[in-house]
């Protein structure tokens, strides 16, 4: 029985990516539905070639989650972008759907409400974000066996070992020029300023139970061991390869088998003779790159902290991709806002939702201003 796979993000760098591995893969997966926000060209190109049973492009929550919990699906892959995906990811899960998980905005904003969800409706929760599909086959095979330590691997982005001084200086391109991964402009961004290992980190304890003081940020540029899991006695476990973005996502949808994505698809197999300059790991630089200590304050604090967080972020990140702010403006401002804000706890889904758009508007009135 072929695998049907529901789509939200067809046309962003996961979806299209996911899209090459079932389409060298046609005999164990199908394609029921695909999304796009603004895309409709290419998404009518990829309806055309996988002829799905529904699709939308600009839908909003309610046409996301018609199409995340659609019965024809048995697995869906979330990559929407930022906090659209919290809603469809709900539903998809109370409709007994497997997730493939490449929204983390989702469990930063809404951790509790998702994995009590995954739990009563046991459902899987798979993970895309290459760290995380890592740190999630490092773990298989010892059910039971302690974590020491979770080792997040970060490239270092574009601004690896610079100044407070030079990310001052730094422009829009310089900061869209990751080294080693392709990309959306918004998680591109994101690596940039390390916002993006701030939320894997709270996403990261959210996925697999582990306090906040046992994940550390380990910065590799050469971003060939995606992560790592220590157990109590030592040995460290991890996961390497080229970087690839549809190996986790074909381990997503196979799991626990595993595609042959080296032949025709087209992945490079790691030659370990081509690392001429080795494989190096350094400390990550908080007080220049201040996100990564937002991220664990938001996330030790809890309640609505890390909607504020992430909500302003996402902000922040669209003002600076339209040339609005500086590079800089993003992390100063997050941390006057998370400086600023008065938290509430024990949030519904409503009430997550309510604080996401207050400090949208917020934040938007504030740089405007």
């Known amino acids: 029985m072929k695998k049907k796979i529901a789509i939200l993000g067809s046309t962003g760098s996961i979806g299209t990516q996911a899209l090459d591995v079932i389409r060298h893969n046609r005999d164990r997966f199908e394609v029921v539905a695909l ?28 046409e996301l989650k018609e199409l995340a919990a659609m019965p024809e699906a048995d697995i869906v892959l979330n990559s929407l972008m930022g906090m659209m995906g919290l809603e469809p990811t709900l539903a998809a899960i109370e409709a007994g759907k497997d997730i493939a998980f490449a929204n983390k905005e989702t469990l930063v904003v ?11 409706k046991g459902v899987k929760l798979l993970p895309v974000d290459s760290e995380h599909s890592a740190i999630f086959q490092a773990l298989q095979g010892n059910p039971g066996n302690p974590v020491r330590r979770i080792v997040l691997t970060a490239s270092g982005g574009p601004f690896r070992g610079y100044s407070r001084k030079q990310l001052e200086q730094v422009t829009l391109q310089e900061a869209l ?11 591109t961004i994101d690596s940039a300023t390390m916002m993006n290992k701030g939320l894997e980190i709270i996403e990261a304890k959210w996925l697999f139970d582990v306090p906040l003081d046992r994940i550390q ?12 899991v220590e157990y109590e006695d030592g040995s460290v476990m991890g996961q390497m390869g080229n970087p690839d973005m549809r190996v986790p996502i074909g381990y997503a949808f196979s799991y626990p088998e595993r595609l042959n994505l080296t ?12 690392l001429k300059g080795g494989m190096s790991f350094f400390p990550a630089d908080e007080e220049v790159f201040r996100t990564l200590a937002l991220a664990r304050r938001a996330s030790t604090l809890g309640g609505s902290y890390p909607v504020v967080l992430n909500g302003a972020n996402e902000v922040l990140v669209d003002m600076f991709l339209h040339e609005k702010i500086r590079f800089i403006d993003i992390q100063d401002t997050l941390e006057r806002i998370m400086n600023e804000h008065e938290p509430k706890y024990n949030l519904t889904l ?10 949208r508007d ?3 009135n504030l740089m405007e201003g």
């Open 177 to 187: 020029d990751h080294p080693n991964w392709s990309m959306g402009n918004k998680i």
């Open 350 to 359: 409503q009430e997550i939702l309510e604080e996401d758009r207050k400090i």
């Open 35 to 62: 999304s796009c926000g603004r895309n409709e060209k290419l998404l009518m190109e990829q309806v055309k070639e996988f002829k799905p049973q529904a699709f939308c492009v600009g839908g909003g929550a309610e």
């Open 362 to 364: 917020y934040v938007g």
């Open 217 to 228: 940020v380990v910065v590799h540029p050469q971003s060939i061991l995606h992560s790592a």
């Open 110 to 120: 809404g951790g509790e409400l998702v994995m009590e969800a995954v739990k009563r």
């Open 263 to 274: 032949g025709e698809a087209g992945v490079k197999s790691l030659n370990f003779f081509d």
